[in-house]
């Protein structure tokens, strides 16, 4: 099992370009997540998705779209890059709740996306 | 609006010291879950602690859950240099929902 994978690894991106981060898990998880980390704030949500072809707003969802349309898959979407998106970009997928397996987040190994 | 808080931010202890982190949070929830993340890498589980009361050790590690004081509590006995990281604890507010809140995290730097 490869687990969570992120694709690309390191991004740099000028102001106003688009880019897709696409995030695969092969563990059969219901429920995929992308989060943002910038120095001392730890990990804020951006958007999130219970299930193929459903996607929910997190904390910081605003400059970002998303989109599951394989169970597998959770892209995200900058359509306008700022460089207040300059950030580290976090993948994460887990099992739901009440699953036999505790019910741990499995993070990928993250984007590092520089916008100038 | 839920807020989870750690203390401290950062730590630095000498190689065969205990010390605890702590977290707090601010509405009910009985799931919490703590994470080690390495410089440059990504998270890892540690710790899910799912119940009031519950405690787990692995290692030099212990974690422990108070759901009435809203506290979990991150216990380090005589740290070695390779638990130098920065730990995170996350909380599931509620029931029925799907978000995991993270604390701000504690970046711990163990001296030899």
């Known amino acids: 099992n490869a687990g969570v994978t992120q694709t690309p690894k390191f991004r740099v991106l000028k102001t106003g370009q688009s880019m897709t981060l696409l995030c695969a898990q092969d563990m059969n998880h219901e429920y995929m997540y992308w989060y943002r980390q910038d120095p001392g704030m730890g990990l804020r949500l951006i958007h999130y998705s219970v299930g193929e072809g459903t996607t929910a707003k997190g904390e910081v969802p605003d400059g970002y779209n998303v989109s599951r349309l394989k169970k597998q898959n959770f892209l995200l979407g900058l359509e306008s890059a700022a460089p207040s998106q300059t950030s580290v970009y976090f993948c994460a997928s887990n099992p739901p709740t009440g699953h036999l397996i505790q019910e741990t987040q499995y993070f990928g190994p993250g984007t590092r996306l520089l916008v100038l | 609006e839920l807020k989870v808080e750690q203390n401290p931010l950062f730590l630095s202890m000498q190689e065969g010291k205990n010390y605890t982190i702590y977290c707090n949070y601010s509405?009910?929830?009985?799931?919490l879950y703590w994470y080690r993340q390495d410089p440059g890498k990504s998270l890892e589980s540690l710790f899910v602690l799912l119940s009031n009361g519950a405690v787990k050790q692995e290692g030099r590690l212990m974690a422990s859950l108070d759901t009435k004081a809203r506290l979990s509590t991150l216990h380090i006995t005589a740290a070695v240099h390779d638990l130098s990281a920065t730990y995170f604890c996350a909380v599931k507010p509620g029931s029925g929902t799907y978000k995991y809140i993270f604390g701000t995290g504690t970046r711990l730097k163990v001296l030899a």
């Open positions: 509405t009910t929830s009985d799931r």
